[in-house]
């Protein structure tokens, strides 16, 4: 291991390890659409979430197809790559640009989201990981790949070691390695941790932005932003929250972080070259990440294609050009993600997991026996959607909105936002449907479902305030105040 830059102090060496991302993803940033670009705190949290899948997705290509080492030799020049591409192509836009100030409600959300990320990463770098996946698969799989120095250290490959889950996605665990490598950082578990409470913070600032942008409504915007920053397990479990060494809250910003470029960025090339990487990254994050994607895909592009069909005219079937040309950009990243994942796990003895894909080849599938399974995880569910500890006011408060604004549930932006809060949970009714205890993986997993669509349904959640800000009543008691 080379002389540490950042001391023998995991602190200090977690949190330089955590920027890395940012100085990759910012001449990224480059390419997305105006709307998210020009803020400089939106462009900063997608400018770090870009940085995050080029640099686990080159990590992955290097090791395993290339053959390199997960040393700073080669992670370095892959942080790099991005700043000497832009800066030989002259790309435009890589300074932050003018300056604009802040709306009040910018400034109460940004302090309040603020505060919620220190306090977590405050806990990551001071404590060790409590939670079990954590402990048991997530860790340990960058520790081992750092330790080894490849995306398939021999723990892996062996199929006589115990390891948990070796076939996980390991993105995350790849940007954990590069981060520590680049800065030298010593060998601590706490110093990698740091990456988490920046997923989530990044995963609000987009969130905001998002809101903002598709409603005008900074008020919206800060209330849907603000519940999201203090909602109970997104913000602060272990077993799958932000607070935790999960996968499921940087998969909901990967997803999220797409979501919104394709949304706020229309059918432009620039603006799919980053959707792409950003979906091609949830891929590669969790073994939900493949079918998540691709529903958000398709749902996007039919809600964009009704969209041009409701315009169509005599530039209808340019634009039809341009939005099948992004949604098949977007699709090739995707396709080489599935096919980077699969030359990982090509090398790794699958062992203690529950390998879905082969339960249900090997499995007579009784359609009465899976709805009995599915209609008992039922109860359970429902509880979850009303537990103020876990969740607060959220689903009533979702559900109601949505009774009293239900046009808004027609739009466009509410369609793929509502299809990425449905989609995790069908994913795992699905697993529920064909797994042997149905009730103990419910019990285990129901929440972290929620989280993973969890962008889907605050951006949901903020389309249907500002509605309601506009009705005639509020308009009313704003004029009054």
Known sequence: ??????????????????CVPLVAGWPISSLLPRPLRRPVVSRLAMAWLLG?????????????????????TTLLPIVLLPVLIGAAAGLRHLSAGRLRRS?????????????TGLVLLVGALLLPVLDWDGQMTWSPQARLMRFGGTATPGAFTDPWVWVSHPQYPPLVALVQVTGLEVVSAPEDQRAGRAVHPFFFV????VLFRTVRVLTRSGLAAAAGTSLAAMT?????????GAAGAFSDVPLAAFLGGGLSVLLCGGARFRASVAAGLLLAAAVLTKNEGLPLVLCLLGVAGAVELHALWARRGRVFRV????????????????????ALLHAFRSEIPNRYDEDYGSLVSQMHLDPAV???????VVPYFLSRLVSVRNWGILWPLLGL???????VLARRAAAAAGALTVAPIGVGFVAFAVHWDPVALAQATIDRFFVQGSFGTFLLLGLLIAEGLRTPEAISARKVL
């Open 103 to 115: 709306s009040l409600f910018g400034i109460c959300t940004g302090a309040f989201v603020g505060a």
């Open 1 to 18: 291991m080379t002389a540490s830059l950042a001391g023998d102090a995991p602190i200090a060496a977690g949190v330089l390890s955590a």
């Open 401 to 407: 909105l949505a009774l009293l604004q239900p046009r």
């Open 370 to 376: 899976m709805a009995r399974k599915v209609s008992s």
């Open 319 to 338: 634009r039809l050009r341009r939005a099948a040309g992004a949604c098949l950009l977007a699709a090739v990243f995707v396709g080489g993600s599935v």
């Open 202 to 205: 990044a995963f609000l600032a």
């Open 232 to 240: 109970p397990f997104l913000a602060f479990e272990t077993h799958g």
């Open 52 to 72: 995050a899948a080029w640099c686990g997705t080159l990590a992955l290509a290097a090791s395993r197809l290339g053959g390199l080492p997960l040393r700073r």
